[in-house]
């Protein structure tokens, strides 16, 4: 019996998962759980705990990251 590799694509894009703000990236096992994200023109940006907790009053009043 042949044995294919199972394709995860949610590994290699959490690879590239990179903090909007700062640029820290995510561990190789994914995007951690305490990273937040928010959906800006249709784009998902990432922010790690440190921006998230800087920022959360801002994040909580829904302002686009531009004007943090």
């Known amino acids: ?3 294919q590799q199972t394709h ?3 590994q290699s894009e959490a690879a ?3 903090c909007f ?3 820290r990236a995510a561990h190789s096992e994914g995007t ?4 937040t994200y928010s959906m800006e023109n249709g784009e998902r940006r990432y922010f ?3 921006c998230s907790r800087a ?3 801002a994040i909580e009043g829904r302002l ?3 004007s943090w």
């Open 1 to 3: 019996m042949d044995q």
């Open 8 to 10: 995860h694509p949610g």
């Open 16 to 18: 590239r998962i990179k």
């Open 21 to 23: 703000r700062c640029g």
């Open 32 to 35: 951690p759980l305490t990273w």
């Open 48 to 50: 790690c705990d440190n």
């Open 55 to 57: 920022n959360i009053r």
């Open 64 to 66: 686009d990251s531009a």
